[in-house]
């Protein structure tokens, strides 16, 4: 079963890939997901989320897309029944960027599971890119990070000045 949503984000595709990408941010926007601990290369991370919004699971996901700036995904399993994958795609828009949010599960149970969920599955990933652009939004109000905004200096000589 696959489930995709596509929205556009008011930022660039470098800066929403970025935002994407930083798994210990989604604490600060995301209503389900929390990212712990990465190892050492900083290709698996421990994921922590509500199972149907009753049971909370935590399992090691494989961060197994990571094409800067077009794409950024994870792929898990609670056990040989039951894989899942979520990704986002980033292409650039006139605007800003366009995202494509795709979720897939696989496996036995996750296909059965998938179908009988269906609607609750696409109901909370359209939550998730509400809180997602929401977070996207902030950031379009801000400059990116280290950049300030320079203010101009007037090398003129002021009204009273000594030249001599």
């Known amino acids: 079963m696959i489930e995709e949503t596509v929205f ?3 930022i660039s595709q470098l800066r929403s890939w970025s935002f994407i990408s930083e798994l210990a941010g989604y604490e600060h926007w995301h209503p389900h997901y929390r990212f712990g ?11 922590s989320f509500r199972l149907f919004d009753w ?11 990571i094409n800067k700036p077009q794409g950024f995904g994870w792929r898990g399993q609670i056990s040989s029944f039951f894989k899942f994958s979520e990704r986002y795609e980033i292409l650039p828009a006139k605007t800003g ?3 494509r949010h795709v979720f897939e599960i696989r496996g036995g149970l996750g296909n059965i599971s998938g179908w009988l969920s269906r609607r609750t599955i696409r ?5 998730h890119d509400f809180a997602l652009l929401k977070a996207l939004k902030k950031r379009a109000l801000r400059p990116p990070h280290g950049k300030t905004q320079l203010k101009l200096v007037s090398t003129a000589p002021t009204r009273g000045s000594a030249n001599d």
């Open 97 to 99: 960027s366009e995202v």
């Open 123 to 127: 109901e909370e990933m359209q939550e």
């Open 8 to 10: 556009m984000a008011p």
């Open 37 to 47: 601990r990465l190892n050492a290369q900083a290709t698996h991370a421990q994921l």
């Open 55 to 65: 049971r909370r699971v935590r399992l090691w996901v494989e961060i197994d897309n």
